[in-house]
């Protein structure tokens, strides 16, 4: 067990070099109190949709799964589309970001459905907006500032569980970081581990 | 006062907890059917073709077990169970008992630190008053390799073993139940949760009696694969550095190889590769700091895999 734990590693290691060369040399793109990576990608509808389209706005990016029992515990409970009604009303852009190769048409209409309220629901096919924010998770989430900064990076609240009723006894970050931000406070919270399932990174050819 | 022991026939036992579980889900009827139907679209997903993903109205495989209170539950994924070292029951020397989960193939479960992505299983455990149960122990991880992304967890079989004793001088008593209310999360290239109330009844039945030998294996093991602390000579320490933390520590005997699995999270990036030079029994690893570091740790925790030893847990102070 113990050599197989260090051929693992051992692959691991070779892995890492041969099979994410990108994350070596895009090293920490998204960091906190820096631009905010530029993106660029389409709506469900083929629009396209670029960060510096927002300048000068909030901007809230989360990544999202619709079958992830973590991302199903922020949707199911009403969370999330409560979230998105309530800071998109008060003039924030939510960009859901979908990272996945192929969606069908049943997901996309999922992911339209339940993120009604978002601004927007983009299609990451080539997982490079997931790559440019080294997205860890579904549910993976940023707070972008109206100068373009990163100013959150992490979870979207502090218990991560996929038990619904946790939903009410978690501090939300997202929302924290937003009220702060917004009243032009510092953001107490600027980062923590995003929680979720491993986002679906489309296999480099 | 003991617990009267009842001889309930297997079938009666399935109707009654049928019977509880419907109760219980009218009762709490949103909450629960949205999680019985957020895990069943999950489960049933699970059950499609690999190649495709759709969603379905279907209640999936995780819920139903949630009811049964029985010493192992069958999932899609794999069995969990909990296994005992002893035929005896608790007494006030210290024994072992097991949360053991054998996964199926690709199917994998979380360390105490899951890494980038996923969460442990957790246990709320039941005892008898007189019954003080230790800490979930974890033997040592694996990392475990997802596009872009690294885990720290466990497939195949492994056990989670857990002491117990009883208190103040209590004598072996019969019966004596432990229960455990297990929550975990297998993924592959979907994740499914998963709960479970499971019992484990001394006196032990029959057939459970005959795998005793079998199990105390089996935790013996894994207690043995739980990383022990470093020895203090090999005077672990890290480095600070702008994106990196330089790990270093002076290993006797040399190794040529080591991987670090931190305990914390948000300190180190888990995706990044772990650059190790070895000059003699010097060990110096390179760690990218995690995108999410906020705070300067004072002290890396975590295990380091060697080649040819056991793990060991290391605090490293950081300068």
Redesign the interface.
């Known amino acids: 067990?113990?050599?197989?734990?260090?051929i693992?590693?051992?692959?691991?290691?070779a892995?890492?070099?041969c099979?994410?060369p990108a994350?070596?040399a895009a090293?920490?793109t998204?960091?906190?109190g820096r631009p905010a990576p530029a993106f660029e990608a389409p709506d469900l509808r083929g629009a396209t949709h670029r960060l510096s389209d927002y300048a000068g706005r909030w901007v809230v990016l989360e990544w999202y799964d619709?079958?992830?029992?973590?991302t199903?515990?922020h949707y199911?409970?009403g969370n999330l589309p409560r979230l998105e009604q309530k800071w998109t009303g008060r003039g924030v852009v939510w960009l859901t970001i979908y990272t996945a190769d192929a969606p069908?048409g049943?997901?996309r209409d999922?992911a339209g459905r339940e993120n009604h309220d978002a601004s927007a629901v983009l299609l990451d096919r080539q997982g490079s907006v997931a790559?440019a924010y080294?997205a860890?998770?579904a549910l993976h989430m940023f707070v972008i500032d109206p100068h373009g900064t990163l100013v959150y990076?992490?979870a979207i609240d502090d218990r991560?569980?996929?038990?619904?009723?946790d939903i009410a006894r978690a501090h939300n970050y997202v929302d924290a970081a937003l009220t702060e931000g917004m009243a032009g406070r510092a953001i107490s919270v600027?980062?923590?581990?995003?929680?979720?399932?491993?986002?679906?990174?489309?296999?480099?050819p | 006062m003991p617990i009267p022991r009842l001889r309930v026939p297997r079938t009666t036992r399935w109707l009654v907890g049928l019977g509880v579980l419907g109760c219980a889900l009218c009762c709490a009827l949103p909450?629960l059917a949205?999680?019985g139907?957020?895990?069943g679209?999950?489960a049933a997903?699970w059950s499609a073709m690999p190649s495709?993903?759709?969603?379905s109205d279907a209640h999936g495989a995780a819920e139903p077990q949630a009811a049964r209170s029985t010493r192992s539950v069958a999932t899609p994924q794999g069995i969990v169970d909990l296994i005992a070292a002893s035929v005896d029951p608790p007494s006030n020397e210290i024994s072992w008992i097991g949360l053991r989960f054998r996964l199926g193939d690709g199917w994998h479960i979380y360390w105490r630190n899951p890494g980038?992505?996923?969460?442990p299983p957790t246990v709320a455990w039941d005892v008898p008053k007189h019954v003080a149960l230790g800490e979930l122990q974890w033997p040592?991880?694996?990392?475990?390799?997802?596009?872009?992304?690294?885990?720290y967890g466990y497939t195949g079989t492994v056990v989670l073993p857990v002491s117990l004793h009883t208190r103040d001088g209590h004598a072996s008593r019969e019966p004596t139940v432990i229960t455990a209310n297990a929550?975990w999360?297998v993924?592959r290239?979907?994740?499914?949760?998963g709960r479970a109330t499971l019992r484990l009844q001394w006196p032990l039945a029959t057939e459970e009696r005959a795998s005793v030998t079998e199990w105390r294996t089996e935790i013996e093991s894994a207690i043995a694969?739980v990383p022990q602390p470093a020895p203090a000579a090999w005077q672990s320490e890290a480095e600070s550095q702008s994106?990196s933390f330089i790990l270093r520590l002076h290993l006797d005997p040399p190794a040529g190889?080591a991987?670090f699995f931190p305990l914390d999270?948000?300190q180190i990036d888990d995706?990044?590769?772990?650059q190790v030079q070895t000059t003699g029994g010097d060990l110096r690893i390179v760690l990218?700091k995690s995108?999410?570091?906020?705070q300067e740790p004072v002290v890396l925790r975590g295990v380091l895999?060697?080649?040819?030893?056991?793990?060991v847990s290391i605090a490293a102070p950081v300068r």
């Open positions: 067990m113990k050599n197989m734990g260090l693992l590693a051992g692959c691991g290691c892995a890492a070099v099979c994410a994350s070596s090293m920490s998204a960091q906190l619709p079958e992830c029992p973590y199903r515990k199911d409970s069908t049943q997901q999922i790559r080294e860890k998770t990076n992490g991560s569980t996929t038990d619904v009723a600027p980062a923590s581990r995003p929680y979720g399932c491993a986002v679906r990174y489309p296999s480099v | 909450g949205t999680l139907l957020g895990a679209a999950v997903v495709t993903r759709g969603t980038d992505s996923g969460g040592a991880p694996r990392r475990i390799l997802l596009s872009r992304l690294v885990n929550r999360l993924c290239d979907v994740c499914v949760p694969s994106r190889a991987t999270p948000s995706a990044a590769l772990q990218r995108p999410q570091l906020v895999a060697l080649p040819d030893r056991p793990a």
